[in-house]
């Protein structure tokens, strides 16, 4: 069984669509994450959830917008795409607050492609 | 300036040696630090964790930790071939955010 799952694994788009990730986890966990890692393969993150509440959100344009239905579920929707969009996008979960350290498990990856 | 730094790499190792992976971090609030390894297209895997000053020792692995000098390592003691990958330095910040550095890529030689 997966115990952190994302779809879709591949994601080719165009310039200006508006493309959803979406991440399921069935660890129990309580907190969940979406990092971005570019080209360079430098891991960043972008949102953190806690039980459906916002707790972190870096610096991210506003057209990147997450939704957490219920704790066990992360989306990702990305309004007007632009090249620099692409990259590999991660979903994680750990067990707790954020700030209180637990590993983190991390997602397979969504590998978006923006033309 | 990074949160977390590492070299780049590539870190070209003989089978059978220790290869040696380096990290600094600037934040001086964190207290966590954990080694992640990626293959290539591949998710992060965590392969260590630390918290206190010295070193952990867990299989072929060392980790080291010097708050002082603000300065995290790991040891990958009989490298493998099944070894090479990218391995993330990352720092729990005072933000309580996971802050990775860009990798180092190991790779092991026959």
């Known amino acids: 069984d997966t115990a952190v799952s994302q779809t879709p694994k591949y994601l080719v788009t165009q310039m200006g669509n508006d493309k959803s990730i979406k991440c399921e986890q069935n660890?129990?966990?309580?907190?969940m994450y979406w990092y971005k890692q570019d080209s360079k393969k430098f891991l960043k993150i972008m949102f953190s959830?806690?039980?459906?509440?916002?707790?972190i959100n870096e610096t991210v344009p506003n057209r990147f917008s997450p939704k957490s239905p219920d704790k066990a579920h992360l989306n990702l929707h990305i309004n007007s795409l632009e090249l620099g969009d692409s990259a590999v996008y991660f979903c994680?979960?750990?067990?707790?607050?954020?700030?209180?350290?637990?590993?983190?498990?991390f997602g397979p990856g969504t590998r978006l492609t923006v033309l | 300036q990074k949160e977390v730094e590492q070299n780049s790499g590539p870190l070209s190792v003989p089978e059978g040696a220790i290869a040696s992976l380096n990290c600094t971090y600037s934040?001086?609030?964190?207290?966590?630090f954990f080694w992640y390894r990626q293959y290539s297209g591949k998710s992060p895997e965590l392969i260590m964790s630390i918290y206190s000053n010295g070193d952990k020792e867990d299989g072929r692995f060392t980790a080291q930790l010097n708050k002082a000098s603000q300065y995290v390592s790991l040891l990958i003691r009989d490298s493998q071939p099944s070894d090479s990958a990218t391995y993330l330095c990352?720092?729990?910040?005072?933000?309580?955010?996971?802050?990775f550095g860009a990798g180092t890529q190991v790779v092991v030689t026959p």
């Open positions: 934040d001086r609030g964190s207290q966590s």
């Open positions: 959830y806690n039980n459906k509440e916002l707790i």
């Open positions: 660890l129990g966990h309580d907190t």
């Open positions: 990352a720092a729990f910040d005072s933000w309580g955010k996971l802050q």
């Open positions: 994680a979960s750990t067990v707790g607050l954020a700030g209180v350290v637990n590993e983190q498990f």
